[in-house]
């Protein structure tokens, strides 16, 4: 049977990976047994791959691994960009076989896997798309999870388009989807969350064509979350969801917040993870939360409930993502007393638009 | 009796005072009627100025008045800098005297008053405080309460320092609080908010010294939400509150966020304004809600609840006020499912740090 | 002949119009001969609204004609966002027709046209080349110049697409260019750049297609300056050149700077006004310069002479043309000893990628 | 005999240490004798941090020795946040004893001195001052240089107040200069400036006091660059200038812009390095030039030579710093032609007011 621990620890800068030293010099993780970081990091994009290698350095001294090692075996996703209440930290997962019972429910599972190398001119296409599902299907395999309805969010991180890559694809005479850094970008996650949406039966393959990509907003997953970065190659797929064959002591849950002021939609994920209210979250249930994952949307829109918002053109306009995650994070953050909680920007086929996708885990025992 | 309405109406940017235009041409609103607009404009700090005017100037057409005598008649707050969810509107109060019997309970009264002209060196002073002081006491007179806890909202704007008056207090051989423009603002900002609380008897005359400006922060008023302009030279005083003199079909609520996850303070505002619910707030109660008013106190620290943000420490620090009012306004809007709410930032004396001042108008008949 | 006065003034802020009033006041100014006004705002881009309407109020005063006579007879170019060492200020023509002599040798003369309004679908297409292309030569005509190379500078405020623009014309069946705002903003400078460039012959008729519009950058003029605004529905051209049938105190001259380094390019515009010098610039010639506007190219590329820079990467790249524009005004500015220099941002057709355009008027007499 | 190598280098990210590593492989630069490290970084300011973690680990590797003792033993001078035409780079310094005859005239030699820990409360006090003036006096030592004159660029970094550091110094019942982290970095920033400007008998030691610091402007230092950072407990000098016991193929030289259009100023520091020119620097005559670091001063002031700027007021004031290192690199890119020189913000203390201090190394054989 999978056990699967979950940490969810603070950070005060991208550098600060000492919390999770401390947890493995006192023993409480296994640095063997991790096996995926996902962080909210502070600072521009750069403070992502300090972060990365901050985490790469400790976890290589302390197995003795190489740092090559660790960057292969442990898919590391760094959420960059904060703004308002959003408080910088990471949750670490470890993993590990164990001879126990069932727990008599299905428990938190995880899959991890990575998509071939991508060729530039397959960023943002339906190759992109087939390749992520085929991935998510053999993710849920590896989960032990049989039924796409238990599966709670995927996290895929994917390649992005550089100078370097589409001259590339030019020397080979292919063309790539754009030569727009933010328009190609935008396909690739929005490809990520097609594949994950194919995988899960919440699209028809017949419906994914390159044209389709960020174009037909009605194509969408309702648990999917991508980013793209410079540094991928090929796309890692992190799929979280409970499993009968877990006997992990925590579960997930997801809820669809269909618009950024949705406050069922938020409920309806916590529920989903096991927690037992009405109305208002109580403190015994909110200290049963072990992490929770948000991909927000408000930037996909101009306006909410048909109020105008200043999100798409104002001077700051160029940050809209940021406070995309600021205002989400403090929603769902007003509701549980805490607004350590990752959100991530990216409205390209991850939910209806303008909808907020909530992963919970929470404590089961 | 004192009769005051209240009208919520969009803008398309600074300068669209269409809505107010068309309000006035139908004859729902009387221009010689108006007392006060209260906006939050989009843009810069210089859309404030550009709104302002376009307000003047249509106002002034339809009255035959002059600009100069529309800008001495009608206070104008144009609260600046949108963000996130926020949506650029205004507030427009007109009063009237009328013949009419008391509606048998408080209803809402607006008492509005400026200060002398302050020399530069008494801005952010003892001094200051005290003219503030006397001005809400008159207003509270003007609009017939004499009782403190009737008084839900002060909005004060103040006069800020510029080089020029620097100079001019020096050629006098008078000392500024502080040649730091920032921190001068702060003073301003702070002295008006402790006029507000000395006033209402939130605190004793003995507290108040230069000194403790900027610096005491057990010192505060509950329903203060000041703001400083280059372009005031005396402080205006808008205060908002229930009179029995007063025959509105509107009646005012206030209540304090401890934090800015603080719900229950949310809440309490709108149940002091006469909205009726246990939990969620139903449609048919957010449908009597005529405005909301919140001074956002996010910006005050680097924490909430004991988790670190990067509010007052990221690249974006320098937009912090941006980013209170951004999230906010989103964690009240999502309570009643409107984004139209004014948040205005301001942490010096207005609330314990960290605090939000939430100020409601709602229809009571 | 046509006698053009030049004014630079200087202003405290968007809606400072006062140096100008006082030169009406002064009667140096005849508000009726004043033909067009080039701006350089500080704020955001509403801010150049805001002058506008400053401007209009106060000339509408001065002339007793409506405001909006006022905007239809005086073209208002608004170059919006400053930074660095860039200096708010205003450039006031002013023309009259006298009975004088000629001065012997070209002097500076204006052509002011407007085309019709285009429709949405237009924007950006070879139509709106054709009709920019045709207001240039109209404008040559009422310039008095017949000779191409005596045209120095061509500004364009051409019209964006807006979201109720694209419905319009999707109501009536048509696309248009883009449904990205910044592509079809690029697009319609780059027509109009392309329009001016057609007009001088610097380019054939046949190169012009919808398909070259912001895809050849082999194609561009020398002389055009385009930006585009919201609030326009023609495009507005304001011709400067110099004349044999006007005799101006001032002459016109205009230079290429290859790229943001090239300060012989910046030195042949000086000299092309006529100024005499070798090497540095004395102050005597300084002197008789009378105002000066750049095309800054800077942000059209992420290197310059084989250096990278992060023009287009940083988390400021959302500010790219500001710093364009600060750049080539500081490099320009050392040389003259004057930041008071009007820099314009946009690479589209306007000049070689990556190339500055200077046009300087200075006093011939 | 001291001989001391320099090496500009590109990067084309934080962590691109790959031209560095490239030159240790062939065998170019010795990583042993690697004395100093001061790059340009883009990013935001954990960029920094990231850099340096990036080159401690490759020369690490190179060396075999630990990355604390890399840390120990090679200052890295990180100068965070590029824009306009700024190219990220690195300059790194090789030093070591050779049994050479002197090349007959003064060459390039540096000294580099570490004070003593600070404690918190003696940030930008007297205390730091005679700290960094001894260290300078020592760095001068340890360069062979005896005569001030010859001593052309300090750079300096000291600690910035922290929470944590706040908290000490109050636990220790100590007071520190300012709770307001801005006014304390610049106090630490000023102090270490005015310790350059004592050692080098730039000012005297009367007029130093803890008051005068960041108050008393006309005390500076013509060759003081300093910044701060969170990191340093202690401050860090590098020392630059010309000794008759140096034999490296490079010589230094130094200018004061006295404003930042003051072009002579920098063409002085050109030649103060040996370069030979008469107006515009020939091509032969660039080519000599190893690297050129500038302190910029234009965020010092709102205004340059009676112009207003919006540097200190408009929406992006946040960003002064990068502005006024934009323009700088820009102005002195063009009469180099090339932009890859280090740019460094701070007006403290470092030359007077509004000026810009250059730096050049160049090829001397």
């Known amino acids: 049977m999978m056990d699967v621990q979950v940490f969810r620890l603070p950070m005060s800068g991208p550098d600060d990976v000492s919390a999770l030293a401390n947890l493995i010099d006192q023993g409480t993780v296994n640095p063997q047994e991790i096996c995926a970081i996902i962080a909210q990091t502070e600072g521009d994009g750069y403070a992502r791959g300090y972060s990365a290698l901050s985490f790469e350095l400790m976890i290589s001294e302390r197995t003795g691994l190489s740092r090559t090692e660790i960057a292969k075996r442990i898919p590391m996703l760094m959420i960059g960009l904060t703004g308002g209440l959003m408080s910088p930290h ?3 997962f470890s993993r590990k076989q164990v001879d126990a019972p069932s727990k008599g ?5 995880l899959g991890i896997k990575t998509t071939r190398v991508l060729l530039p001119e397959e960023y943002g296409t339906k190759t992109h798309v087939l390749l992520v599902a085929e991935a998510v299907k053999a993710a849920m395999v590896e989960a032990g999870i049989d039924d796409v309805n238990d599966v709670k969010c995927v996290e895929v991180k994917c390649p992005n388009l550089t100078a370097a890559r589409i001259q590339d694809a030019k020397s080979r005479g292919k063309a790539v989807v754009s030569t727009n ?4 970008g935008a396909k690739s996650k929005g490809a990520s969350a097609l594949g994950v949406a194919l995988a899960l039966g919440e699209i028809s393959e017949d419906a994914v064509t390159d044209q389709a990509i960020c174009s037909n907003w009605n194509l969408f997953s309702k648990v999917a979350s991508t980013s ?3 540094e991928q190659v090929a796309c890692k797929v992190i799929l979280i969801g409970n499993s009968k064959t877990a006997v992990s002591a925590f579960k997930a849950g997801c809820g669809v917040m269909s618009d950024t002021l949705d406050l069922s939609g938020a409920f309806s994920a916590f529920k989903d993870a ?3 209210f009405n109305g208002e979250i109580p403190q015994d249930q909110r200290d049963k939360i072990a992490t929770v994952f948000i991909n927000a949307g408000a930037d996909a829109l101009g306006s909410i409930r048909g109020r105008r918002t200043t999100m798409k053109s104002d001077y700051l306009a160029g940050y809209q993502g940021i406070f995309a995650k600021a205002v ?10 805490d607004t350590m909680i990752l959100a991530s920007a990216g409205y390209e086929h991850q939910g209806p638009l303008g909808a907020n996708l909530v992963a919970v885990i929470a404590k089961a025992d």
């Not at 989400?328 to 007393?337: E, M, S, Y």
Request: aromatic share 8%.
């Open 90 to 92: 990471y949750t670490v």
């Open 105 to 109: 429910e299905k428990r938190l599972a």
């Open 181 to 184: 850094f933010a328009d190609a």
């Open 228 to 230: 793209a970065g410079n």
């Open 274 to 276: 096991g927690l037992v």
């Open 328 to 337: 989400i994070n403090a929603i769902v953050g007003a509701l549980i007393g």
